[in-house]
């Protein structure tokens, strides 16, 4: 399979060839699901507390006599029912991490990224570099592709100058090849990709296919 491939100026260089393993073969909707299920999850810090009865603050006497006040019957302050007191079946600290064999991780990626590519939501640029920090040189790059919405851009290895000058621009985010992952794909209308970037992945599937 082939995509267009353009330069910084935004002009078409012909087409460069996709690996096999993003070539798209059907999505399985589950395994994508799952994947970003997983993500999800794993980014939940997990970190909500609240305290029961037994861990406010407060006597544990009776306020008051339990007849003639006029008021309802209460046998301590740390009643649920009052003000400061304990909660009833709250959130406690909890790891909310799910873990997802390799196998269906990488298939995932691969499903994604197929997907995108077959949407035409992949724009494949020679190199993506500015010489400055400056955020409008930055900009201006982006403004000659053919990109709308919030965009992800896939950089081999970003430069200080490329990270300093696209850290401000609110619809776009930028992540290397070697740690972009299915949700990113996903979650976003357009991915800007170095043709150094897209061989990296296919690569990058290989390393993790001979690892496993």
Sequence with gaps: MKVKIYNQQGESRGETEVDSRFTF????????HDAVV???????????CTKTIAEVTGSG?????????GRARAGLVRSPLWRKGGVVFGPKPRDYSKRMPREIKRLAFDQALAGRI????????????????????????????????FTLLVHESPSAN????????????????????????????????????????GARGVQQAEAA
């Design 25 to 32: 073969k059907g999505v399985s909707p589950q395994v994508v």
């Design 118 to 149: 077959k949407s035409d939501d992949v724009i494949v640029v020679e190199s993506f570099d500015v010489q400055t920090s400056k955020t409008k040189d930055f900009t201006g790059i982006l403004k000659k592709l053919p990109v709308k919405g």
């Design 162 to 201: 490329l990270r300093l000058a696209s850290r401000n621009v609110a619809t776009v985010q930028m992540v290397s090849a070697a740690s972009v992952n299915a949700y990113q794909l996903l979650d976003c209308d357009k991915i800007v990709i170095t043709q150094a970037a897209l061989r990296l992945l």
């Design 61 to 69: 006497k009776k306020p008051y006599k339990q007849k003639g006040t």
């Design 38 to 48: 997983a993500y999800r999850a794993n980014q939940r810090m997990g970190t909500a």
